[in-house]
């Protein structure tokens, strides 16, 4: 159990739906991250929080929106998605936001966009 | 731009044998490389990391070595089994955690 939950696990959405991604982590980390993992191309970086603040926005569109309410929860508010959206979004947690703090991972939200 | 390429998309091994998954990557001042684990439903899984400053770390069963002058990383598992099947990926970075760049994975195959 690597500490790191995230629901759904699986979801499939409109092109015209609103849905959000949760995540949590028990681990006590300040610093959480959205990815994107697409089939067979390298995991991409989306979001970074440190003690709830946004300090890494790697030029997302605007259709992905996310919330820190707090250390330990992190959303990925979704809307107006377009098929190629679909993937594995990943969420992550570290320490701190040194590469020396082991990032440990949750299982995933497999989205599927229709 | 920056890039970080495994060299092969599949690996089949043969229980008992020992892996090398190989790894290049293109930034030059990369100091910091991790290997990955990701099984089948699961997010990735930490393995092991090693700093610029190093060309070798081992770990229980898995063994990294850092080539600075080719920027090349491979990771060897010794004896593997098949519950080391799996999706390995590296990934380069520097200081902070939010800079890291990905590799897009090598499939380890374990044959009984």
């Known amino acids: 159990e690597t500490g790191v939950t995230q629901t759904p696990r699986h979801l499939v959405m409109g092109m015209t739906n609103k849905k959000s991604l949760k995540c949590e982590q028990h681990?006590?980390?300040?610093?959480m991250y959205w990815y994107k993992q697409s089939a067979k191309k390298p995991l991409e970086l989306m979001f970074v929080y440190s003690l709830e603040e946004r300090v890494e926005n790697n030029s997302v569109p605007s259709r992905f929106s996310p919330e820190c309410p707090n250390s330990s929860h992190l959303f990925l508010h979704l809307h107006t998605l377009q098929p190629e959206d679909s993937a594995l979004y990943l969420c992550?947690?570290?320490?701190?936001?040194?590469?020396?703090?082991?990032?440990?991972f949750g299982p995933g939200t497999r989205l599927t966009v229709t | 731009g920056e890039s970080v390429g495994l060299h092969l998309p599949t690996l089949s091994v043969q229980e008992g044998d020992n892996s090398i998954i190989n790894c290049a990557y293109s930034?030059?001042?990369?100091?910091?490389f991790i290997w990955y684990k990701q099984e089948s439903g699961k997010g990735p899984q930490f393995i092991i990391d090693?700093?610029?400053?190093?060309d070798k770390r081992q770990g229980q069963r898995v063994t990294v070595l850092l080539n600075k002058t080719v920027k090349h990383l491979s990771l060897q598992i010794a004896a593997t089994q098949p519950g080391d099947s799996a999706v390995y990926f590296c990934?380069?970075?520097?200081?902070?955690?939010?800079?890291?760049?990905f590799g897009s994975g090598t499939r380890l195959l374990v044959r009984p």
């Open positions: 681990l006590g980390h300040n610093a």
């Open positions: 090693i700093r610029s400053n190093m």
């Open positions: 992550a947690s570290s320490r701190g936001t040194s590469s020396s703090y082991e990032q440990y």
């Open positions: 990934a380069t970075g520097g200081d902070s955690s939010y800079k890291l760049i």
């Open positions: 930034n030059s001042a990369s100091d910091y």
